[in-house]
């Protein structure tokens, strides 16, 4: 029971939630999250054999009580560990196709990494904070929020959090993001850590550990949202529309009658003055390329920027 318990509690859905399993240590004993991750596997190895262990104890004790031996064994496939921490029972595959044990291993280390995501934009939102088990900020309006409880980690001060393609604010999603994980483990070894992380977040070819988490932050983040709090958001998505020339999400818990005057005035509309001032300098640009290659370059560009441009401008009225 307590360890049923506890792997349920290693999840952030669960009311017992203390914190990321992958942060349980202090960044001297884990310097790089590869360290980190390898170490709660291990431990979850441990976990895995004593919950087999203990399940095969209690089979063999009823066998011999109803005299089964001849017609029931005590063994328990893997697969039947009900643990989340166990691969092997939450990728079973399909009715066609069982999942190697390295695929397993992938999907595992994949959404472990979308788990420490969702955990580093709920400490920008002053949900969860580094500095403190368990849940720090959920209750109505913004009522009572207490920045002093966030020191290693700052929240954000109104909790709302750009999403956006392009590096346009200092404080959006991405950049804080890069800011936790210098934080959370030896900044000493920040792009080793981005890179583990963004190699599990199916990287473009030539893209940037940065880039590549600044495209699952703004593509596929409230998707993945959405799934893991069943259609039922804590972080409400609030988009300018498909060109997603704007996007912010807001903490539900500190929502009230000031976030949208403050989004308006903090974000939207200080981004229609870097769009337009982009928007000119890339046709200037554009006149003055060497090549048709870069030129053609520049060209793409300015006409997504245009029609996102366009499209923040409607969202702004």
């Not at 921490?85 to 291993?105: C, D, F, H, Q, W």
Request: with cysteine; hydrophobic share 35%; glycine share 4%.
């Amino acid at each position: 029971i307590e360890i049923a318990t506890d792997d349920w509690n290693d999840y952030e859905w669960s009311w017992g939630f203390q914190s990321l399993p992958v942060l349980a240590k202090p960044p001297q004993h884990s310097s790089t999250l590869e360290c980190a991750f390898a170490e709660w596997i291990s431990s979850n190895d441990e976990t895995i054999a004593e919950m087999r262990r203990l399940e095969e104890e209690n089979n063999r004790l009823f066998i011999e009580a109803y005299g089964l031996a001849d017609e029931l064994t005590p063994d328990v496939p893997i697969e039947q560990i009900t643990l989340t921490v166990n691969a092997a029972y939450r990728y079973p595959g399909t009715r066609k196709r069982i999942l190697t044990e390295m695929e397993r291993s992938q999907r595992f280390r994949a959404d472990t990494m979308t788990e420490l995501i969702s955990y580093a934009i709920g400490c920008m939102m002053g949900r969860f904070s580094l500095d403190e088990p368990g849940f720090v900020y959920a209750h109505t309006g913004h009522t009572g929020f207490d920045m002093g409880r966030y020191h290693s980690f700052p929240a954000d001060d109104d909790g709302v959090v750009p999403l956006t393609d392009t590096d346009w604010f200092d404080d959006d999603a991405a950049n804080r993001l890069v800011e936790f994980v210098s934080v959370a483990w030896d900044t000493a070894h920040l792009d080793a850590n981005l890179k583990f992380l963004a190699d599990t977040l199916s990287p473009n070819k030539n893209e940037s550990s940065r880039d590549t988490i600044r495209r699952y932050l703004c593509d596929s983040f409230f998707k993945d949202h959405l799934q893991t709090y069943k259609k039922r958001p804590i972080y409400w998505l609030f988009s300018s529309g498909k060109q997603k020339g704007f996007q912010c999400l807001v903490y539900v818990h500190r929502y009230n009658e000031g976030t949208l005057a403050r989004m308006r005035s903090e974000y939207v509309i200080p981004l229609l003055g870097k769009m337009a001032a982009r928007l000119e300098k890339l046709q200037g640009d554009i006149q003055v390329a060497t090549s048709t290659a870069h030129q053609r370059s520049l060209e793409k560009e300015r006409v997504k920027l245009d029609k996102q441009h366009v499209e923040v401008l409607a969202f702004d009225e």
